[in-house]
């Protein structure tokens, strides 16, 4: 899965860090999701939007 999370964190100048608190993980589970290697619960999926005022299908980009 690829994600579009560093792009829409740059919009709203977010850092991992910030992203991460506001969403209550780690940084290093949004470094892991911006690689693509970590899948993320539906949950977190939609915390994150919620965060980046997206959807979950905007910022996460599934493989066919």
Known sequence: MKTR???FRARYDLTQ???A?????RRETIL???KGKYN???QLAHNIANVL???IEEI???DD
């Open 5 to 7: 999370i560093k792009e």
């Open 17 to 19: 860090d910030d992203l």
């Open 21 to 25: 608190r506001k969403v209550g993980v």
């Open 32 to 34: 892991f999701l911006e």
């Open 40 to 42: 993320p619960s539906l």
């Open 53 to 55: 005022k997206s959807t």
């Open 60 to 62: 996460f980009l599934f």
